[in-house]
Nanobody, 118 residues
Framework: QVQLVESGGGSVQPGGSLRLSCLAS????????MAWFRQAPGMERQFVAV???????YVAEYVEDRFTITRDNAKNTVHLEMHSLRPADTAVYYC????????????WGPGTQVTVSS
């Protein structure tokens, strides 16, 4: 059974930083593409970043100068480093996984809340 569990969310002041982590189990982690999405209240889910099985990554333009995605295949973990956080970054952040040959992300974590507020 595939499980994705996010951690590292919390409350931070504007300008602060957070590091989200997603621990995956039940899958051949190194062969999966991993991604982060977010969803703010009343808004649609939004793509944030993706990292392929080979380590190549892409971060959405609206956060590419502040967010970084990395993976540690030895620990079955993917991270999202977030800096210079803004109130607009407030959302539930979700980790997702898919096989490279599949179009849509197959597996999702329950999410972790990030709140940016003074």
């Amino acid at each position: 059974q595939v499980q994705l569990v996010e951690s590292g969310g919390g409350s931070v002041q504007p300008g602060g930083s957070l590091r989200l982590s997603c621990l995956a189990s039940g899958l051949a982690f190194s062969t999966y593409s991993m991604a982060w999405f977010r969803q703010a209240p009343g808004m649609e889910r939004q793509f944030v970043a993706v990292i392929g099985s080979g380590g190549r990554s892409y971060v959405a333009e609206y956060v590419e100068d502040r967010f970084t995605i990395t993976r540690d295949n030895a620990k079955n973990t993917v991270h999202l480093e977030m800096h210079s956080l803004r109130p607009a970054d407030t959302a539930v952040y979700y980790c997702a996984a898919k096989q490279p040959t599949v179009r849509d992300f197959e597996y999702w974590g329950p999410g972790t809340q990030v709140t940016v507020s003074s």
